[in-house]
């Protein structure tokens, strides 16, 4: 069971939680208060028991008698973890200039794995810069899921989505590192909206991408355009 010990001394009071019964109670006490300072040695600690000084209560009757700073307390937890995903997102923007949530950070490293899993950390900052290239421009949506997910009727714009390797791959701990690299700033792409790994593309596309859009490098498979 759970108890809360509570000690009045010379005007101080201070709250022990434990989880022990009452008879291991007295000893883990003794320790606890005098590592604070409350309680210099046993005899001290027994007078306070004489003096009637230690409360016990249950964890309900704490809970009840607490029952506003405790709300309180959880109301403050949940805005400081909203505050920290909030600074986090604009971290993210100030770097790299686009807001993304640890969601959208998620779709972002399993698409870079989907398509850039065999490359190296360079290769898949790359594909990570293409995705973000894409949120910033005002040609593609606005924000990481959509982008990766954009379709027209069934035709998907990458094609691990439309082959289902999206949803197989295990995210490397190097892919995670590169795409923390690409929201952090870095960025190899020269405002690439494009790539394509020229041997396994359909040849549709390829004739495509060399009639409509403007080569700009080839790194390792890919090619990459805007």
């Not at 686009?98 to 779709?107: H, L, M, P, Y």
């Not at 995670?176 to 190899?188: E, F, Q, T």
């Not at 041997?199 to 355009?225: G, I, K």
Request: hydrophobic residues 35%; aromatic residues 10%; contains cysteine.
């Amino acid at each position: 069971m759970m108890y809360i010990l509570t000690i009045y001394r010379k005007q101080c009071r201070m709250e022990i939680i434990m989880y022990k019964n009452r008879k291991k109670t007295i000893s883990i006490l003794i320790i606890s208060s005098m590592a604070a300072g409350m309680v210099n040695n046993i005899t001290c600690f027994s007078e306070t028991i004489k003096e009637k000084n230690i409360v016990i209560m249950s964890e309900n009757d704490y809970n009840l008698r607490n029952r506003a700073n405790i709300k309180k307390i959880s109301t403050l937890r949940k805005l400081h973890v909203e505050r920290m995903k909030q600074y986090k997102i604009m971290q993210i923007k100030k770097a790299c200039g686009v807001s993304v949530t640890a969601s959208e950070r998620k779709i972002l490293e399993r698409i870079v794995e989907a398509e850039a899993g065999g490359e190296n950390h360079k290769g898949k900052v790359l594909v990570a810069n293409v995705v973000l290239n894409r949120v910033k421009s005002k040609t593609f949506p606005s924000n990481v899921k959509d982008v990766v997910f954009s379709h027209r009727g069934g035709t998907y714009q990458f094609s691990p989505i439309m082959d289902g390797r999206y949803y197989t791959v295990d995210v490397s701990e190097d892919t995670k590192s590169a795409v923390s690299d690409a929201l952090r700033g870095v960025d190899y792409s020269n405002g690439a909206l494009y790539f394509m790994e020229r041997a396994l593309a359909d040849s549709s596309n390829v004739s495509w991408f060399d009639r409509s859009l403007t080569r700009l490098f080839r790194y390792h498979c890919h090619e990459f355009y805007k």
